[in-house]
């Protein structure tokens, strides 16, 4: 049984920064393709970024390249997401999500290949 939890939400102005973690359990998280979804308020779940299990690589969306950066610790079964120069559109909860399997870029930024999800941190920008 896969559990994840997120954590290192909150309100913060415009231009800030926040770093949410992902704390995962069991070997199939820690071996498994892992990522960020954000999903506003009247919106569809939104792809933000993927790592692959060892950490070597991330694919980002256009709208947070750059001002994003996931990174992963196996050791400790955690993922992260460093967020800065945040924006009043980035407000959303963000969910943290593992699929049992690497794909195409187009198969990875939808949300029904996903296995596993937790249950979101709610992220608040100010203008």
């Known amino acids: 049984q896969v559990q994840l939890i997120e954590s290192g939400g909150g309100l913060v102005q415009a231009g800030g920064s926040l770093r949410l973690s992902c704390a995962t359990s069991?070997?199939?998280?820690?071996?498994?393709?892992m990522a960020w979804f954000r999903q506003a308020p009247g919106k569809e779940r939104e792809f933000v970024t993927i790592?692959?299990?060892?950490?070597?690589?991330?694919y980002y969306s256009d709208s947070v390249k750059g001002r994003f950066t996931c990174s992963r610790e196996r050791a400790k079964s955690l993922m992260y997401l460093q967020m800065n120069s945040l924006k009043p559109e980035d407000t959303a909860v963000y969910y943290c999500a593992v699929r049992r399997t690497w794909g195409t870029l187009e198969a990875l930024r939808r949300a029904e290949g996903y296995d596993y999800w937790g249950r979101g941190t709610q992220v608040t920008v100010s203008s």
């Open positions: 790592i692959n299990w060892s950490g070597s690589t991330t």
């Open positions: 069991g070997t199939t998280a820690i071996n498994s393709p």
